[in-house]
């Protein structure tokens, strides 16, 4: 059984900064790319930010320069500073992890169960 599990959502105002945390546990033998999406009311799931084993990135132009994604592979966690926060970053922040329990086992990919994040006006 793996578990990902976020945590740091919160209201805050605008230009204000949150961190967002999500910890993975249960049988894991290795985690390839870890990653955060976003879901406002309405709207599909988006990608937010990923990073990779080794530590490259990607982050969603609506995103590049405000947040910050960074991992801890010895923890099973990954992280999104964001700072400078707008009302349209308002939304549910999910974080993802590809990772397999076993050497013999292939790569299944994995989703927390969400965290608020409502920035106000």
């Known amino acids: 059984?793996?578990?990902?599990?976020?945590?740091?959502?919160?209201?805050?105002q605008a230009g204000g900064s949150l961190?967002?945390?999500?910890?993975?546990?249960?049988?894991?033998?290795?985690?390839?790319?870890?990653?955060?999406?976003?879901?406002?009311?309405g709207k599909p799931r988006e990608l937010v930010?990923?990073?990779?084993r080794s530590g490259s990135t990607n982050y969603?132009?609506?995103?590049?320069?405000?947040?910050?994604?960074?991992?801890?592979?010895a923890k099973n966690t990954v992280y999104l500073q964001m700072n400078?926060?707008?009302p349209e970053d308002t939304a549910v922040y999910y974080c993802n992890a590809e990772l397999?329990?076993?050497?013999?086992?292939p790569f299944s990919t994995y989703w927390g169960q969400g965290t608020q994040v409502t920035v106000s006006s």
């Open 60 to 73: 969603a132009d609506s995103v590049k320069g405000r947040f910050t994604i960074s991992r801890d592979n």
């Open 19 to 41: 961190r967002l945390s999500c910890a993975a546990s249960g049988t894991i033998f290795s985690i390839n790319a870890m990653g955060w999406y976003r879901q406002a009311p």
């Open 49 to 52: 930010a990923t990073i990779t």
């Open 84 to 86: 400078s926060l707008k």
């Open 100 to 105: 397999t329990g076993h050497w013999y086992s």
């Open 1 to 12: 059984q793996v578990q990902l599990v976020e945590s740091g959502g919160a209201l805050v």
